[in-house]
């Protein structure tokens, strides 16, 4: 690094971070081996793209136990295959990880991972080694799904979100998708994972079913009433460019449940609208009740293909949303945007929306070229309290490690630059940076 960008960086390293969104679990919070770093989903992705035969996500879930066998599977077939993709950005924190927390400096290849992954597996894959890494990053409290917390297992460590039915996600080919989120959490008396973006309905065998429109007012009810106010700090749904937003009715919704059989695109955005709308009025009137402002949280940009997603953002999707938004001040709306080219747009909607912030870097946004540009963007026409620097998405405190540097990096390369152009003393610079990593970004968390 440059020596003014090297400064930055070291003093951004004494900087607390919260951890705004992951999927780390406390059953697990650590890699358990080679597995839960080569193939976190973001590199599966490229793996798969480079021809390995294998692109759905490790086996994941609430009863899913660690099947070492099938990892030792998938990570023979994938090995091969990294050759290929050694140039990319997602592969050099692969290295990152395994040199800064495992002292690993060998480029893995079919002769030696086996050596790696029993390296891995040595150390302490729970709470010591977690906190060890977190302190490494010096990550103070990371976000996580509620059910990953495991009955509250490492508080100290962790706080939640809601991530419990997405129902204004698309799902590939399935134009009920709305109703059968809600059909998923309606057959739940306690919130658990959510359906995967890549789900199928014959995987699933509900109880209860929506048919009339008193069913779906029952459901909305049911997850209303079990949001646990005492326990979360956020519900995080996806919001779905292919989806188109407008006002729907009461008849619209009972009129579209007609045909659940073989529903339309039209019969799907109707679903979605309404769903969406009744839960947002609901959050409201709980948080009034409970005397506590629960985070809604939408993550956009990135639509379902077989195995994961493409970046696609619509371009009335945009102001779409922020008609929902303005409707409801009431609400305090975090956004993941995954479009790069939309983030100048999005960011003239937080200049105008005192309720809506972005939030960090997620998905296809997460590539130095890519973070560099929305950081750009957002530190020129942002305040400091719309925009949250960081969150990693991360299924294990390896990986949340990994992305904290690699932040770092970008945002001390960004400040150096406004530095060098007479934008900022270098204290100003420290002083903006601090206050969107952490000081800022989340204090709404702590308003209790």
């Given at each position: 690094m440059?020596?003014?960008?090297?400064k930055f960086f070291d003093d951004l390293n004494k900087v607390e971070l919260i951890d705004m969104h992951s999927h780390i679990d406390a059953a697990h919070p650590c890699a358990r081996g080679l597995d839960d770093i080569l193939l976190y989903h973001m590199v599966i992705t490229e793996l798969y793209s480079a021809g390995c035969p294998d692109g759905e996500r490790m086996p994941d879930g609430i009863d899913v136990g660690y099947d070492e066998q099938y990892a030792l599977y998938r990570l023979e077939r994938a090995v091969p295959y990294i050759k290929y993709i050694r140039g990319t950005s997602i592969y050099w924190l692969v290295r990152t990880i395994l040199a800064d927390l495992y002292d690993w400096h060998e480029e893995l290849n079919e002769s030696n991972w086996r050596a790696c992954h029993e390296l891995i597996k040595s150390k302490n894959t729970g709470y010591d080694h977690a906190k060890e890494i977190a302190k490494k990053a010096n990550i103070i409290k990371t976000s996580t799904e509620l059910w990953r917390g495991r009955g509250h297992k490492y508080d100290d460590m962790f706080y939640y979100s809601l991530e419990w039915a997405f129902f204004t996600r698309g799902q590939w080919g399935m134009n009920?998708?709305?109703l059968f989120e809600l059909e998923h959490a309606w057959n739940e008396e306690i919130p658990g994972p959510p359906i995967p973006v890549t789900a199928k309905k014959s995987d699933y065998n509900?109880?209860?079913e929506i048919r009339t429109i008193e069913d779906v007012d029952a459901a909305i009810k049911h997850y209303i009433d079990r949001i646990p106010y005492d326990e979360v700090e956020s519900n995080a749904s996806h919001f779905s460019t292919d989806i188109n937003y407008f006002d729907v009715t009461r008849e619209d919704m009972i009129?579209?449940?007609k045909h659940r059989d073989a529903p339309s695109e039209h019969d799907r955005d109707v679903y979605a609208n309404y769903i969406n709308e009744e839960i947002l009025c609901g959050i409201a009137r709980k948080n009034a009740e409970h005397g506590k402002r629960i985070i809604v949280q939408y993550s956009l940009g990135a639509e379902p293909l077989p195995f994961e997603t493409g970046s696609k953002m619509r371009v009335e999707t945009i102001f779409e949303l922020a008609r929902i938004i303005a409707r409801?001040?009431?609400?305090?709306?975090e956004?993941?945007?995954?479009?790069a080219s939309a983030d100048q747009a999005w960011c003239t909607l937080a200049r105008e929306l005192p309720n809506l912030q972005l939030d960090g870097f997620w998905w296809h946004n997460f590539f130095p070229v890519h973070i560099k540009q929305v950081m750009n963007d957002r530190i020129d026409m942002l305040p400091t309290n719309k925009q949250g620097g960081f969150f990693t998405d991360a299924y294990c405190m390896d990986w949340a490690y990994a992305k904290a540097k690699l932040i770092k990096q970008m945002y001390a390369e960004v400040f150096a630059v406004k530095i060098e152009e007479g934008q900022?003393?270098?204290?100003?610079a420290?002083?903006?940076?601090?206050?969107i990593l952490y000081v800022d970004s989340i204090p709404h968390i702590y308003d209790k």
């Open positions: 440059k020596p003014l960008v090297q009920d998708a709305p509900f109880t209860r009129e579209a449940l409801h001040p009431e609400l305090w709306f956004i993941h945007v995954s479009s900022y003393t270098y204290d100003q420290l002083q903006v940076a601090k206050q």
